[in-house]
């Protein structure tokens, strides 16, 4: 009988031979057939008379050939399909690390295409026929942004705060606050970081209070570099008192010591929210700043370094640099940013645009989603706070616009996962959902009504 049966099993050649496998790996779908096939041998072996995959294949079916061959395809889909989708953002968190930080503008993008289909003078000189630098294509426009003497991108702003320890303090001590050893999310510490560069941490003050006299009190022989860390991710209120970077700077010249302002958000300008701008910092600039691509600057995941030229040349001979270096596609993103900078055009930046969207738009968006929405969601206009987000202005909330949803006798949480699972990213408040406007693109809203007329029928 058991022998029979393992004989209804075809070879694994009669699978591998079927038009549906003709374009795909074969090395693939021999694995996955081989697989299958050798579990459903087991099976059999076995003896067990209900297992799963008897239950799934019947041997004596007429389609039996053709049920293994649809199952191998699954499994082959399941294994070979890409990971990275878009999701839509209905969070109104602008920059969500999660959810891979700052988007870019389809102009932008457009720009960049033909530069990475063909070759390009990353590394040539075009004009003297010479090794060129990589770091050129963005050092001219960041130094005619901010007026700095000179700049260089390394992979994130962990790596900048590290490549400056590291070159500048290392077994040397680096002054900073109490105040400011702070924690980003995915591990970055200040202490770690610093331990890691080979920096020696001086901490100065207490937590909510740093004074002058403290910095001054610290600095010795060993002393190299004084840091200030910018609060992004958190805030300290009430009995609080902190040396601005201005007056960092000074004790640095007097006493020949390095001043360092790791800025983290890297706001230039166009938004309201209370961070020191960039602009404004490099009025007097610091001897050197670093700050990510990727958070309010609104571009890509990048360490953005400015400063004295001296020490970015200093930067520069420091070999652990070639393991930060930033490819072309980083230094393309970069650039065309820049120039939407220098030209003003704030609005061909997402994070900056949906930071500085009025509410009287997403209260127009929001009339037209909610008339195509089924009235089976209970779909009702209200007004929101949306967050900043991606360790930025944590204490800023942005008024905005959101629909709330709900289904009567279904959990909110149900709801939830059943949206997620079709890749829109909700936030569940006072037991619904709510799809903030702020972070939702345009061309996303059409997809969002096909979404919702999907799960409809599956709750
Ligand atoms: C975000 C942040 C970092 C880390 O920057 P990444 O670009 O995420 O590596 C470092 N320091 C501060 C103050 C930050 O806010």
């Known amino acids: 009988m058991q022998n029979k049966d393992l004989k209804k099993i075809p070879k694994i050649e009669k699978i591998l031979l079927d038009s549906t496998f003709c374009n795909l790996n074969k090395e693939i779908v021999k694995a996955i057939a081989k697989d299958l096939i050798e579990k459903l041998r087991q099976n059999l072996k076995s003896g067990a008379p209900q297992n799963k995959l008897r239950e799934e294949f019947d041997l004596d079916s007429a389609t039996f050939l053709q049920d293994l061959i649809k199952a191998v395809h699954l499994e082959y889909i399941k294994q070979t399909s890409s990971t990275l989708k878009p999701v839509i953002n209905a969070t109104g968190v602008v920059l969500q690390t999660n959810l891979g930080r700052s988007i870019f503008d389809k102009k932008l993008l457009d720009e960049i295409i033909p530069l990475l289909s063909h070759y390009n003078n990353l590394e040539y000189d075009l004009i003297n026929g010479k090794r060129g630098e990589r770091y050129s294509h963005t050092s001219n426009l960041l130094c005619s942004i901010f007026g700095v003497e000179d700049a260089l991108i390394v992979n994130n702003n962990a790596a900048a705060v590290f490549l400056i320890l590291n070159t500048f303090a290392k077994n040397k001590e680096v002054i900073i606050s109490r105040g400011e050893l702070i924690e980003i999310g995915g591990s970055f510490r200040i202490p770690e970081i610093m331990n890691n560069a080979g920096g020696i941490l001086k901490e100065v003050g207490a937590t909510n209070k740093t004074k002058i006299s403290d910095y001054r009190n610290a600095i010795s022989a060993d002393s190299a570099v004084i840091m200030k860390a910018h609060k992004s991710n958190f805030d300290i209120v009430g009995f609080v008192q902190e040396v601005s970077m201005q007056e960092i700077s000074s004790i640095c010249k007097e006493n020949n010591l390095i001043d360092y302002y790791d800025l983290g958000s890297g706001y230039v300008r166009g938004v309201e929210c209370g961070e020191p701008s960039l602009e404004e910092i490099t009025k007097n600039p610091p001897s050197l700043i670093s700050f990510s691509g990727d958070k309010l600057f609104g571009a890509t995941q990048a360490g953005i370094i ?4 001296v020490l970015i040349k200093k930067l520069k001979q420091n070999h ?5 270096r930033v490819d072309k596609i ?21 994070t900056l645009k949906m930071l500085s969207i009025s509410k009287e738009i997403l209260q127009n968006r929001a009339q037209n989603l909610l008339d195509k929405i089924p009235s089976f969601f209970n779909p009702n206009i209200i007004e929101i706070d949306s967050l900043a987000g991606g360790g930025s202005l944590p204490n800023v909330k942005f008024a905005s616009i959101g629909i709330s949803l709900f289904v009567k006798d279904v959990k909110v949480k149900k709801l939830e996962v059943a949206l997620r699972q079709n890749n829109l990213i909700a936030r569940i408040l006072n037991n619904k959902i709510i799809l903030d406007l702020r972070t939702l693109q345009d061309d996303e809203m059409d997809k969002i009504i096909e979404i919702l007329n999907h799960i409809k029928k599956s709750l």
């Open 306 to 309: 400015l400063g004295k030229k």
């Open 330 to 350: 980083t230094l393309l993103i970069l650039q065309a940013t820049l120039k939407r900078y220098i030209e003003n055009r704030l609005d061909e930046i997402p």
């Open 320 to 324: 652990l640099l070639r393991a930060l």
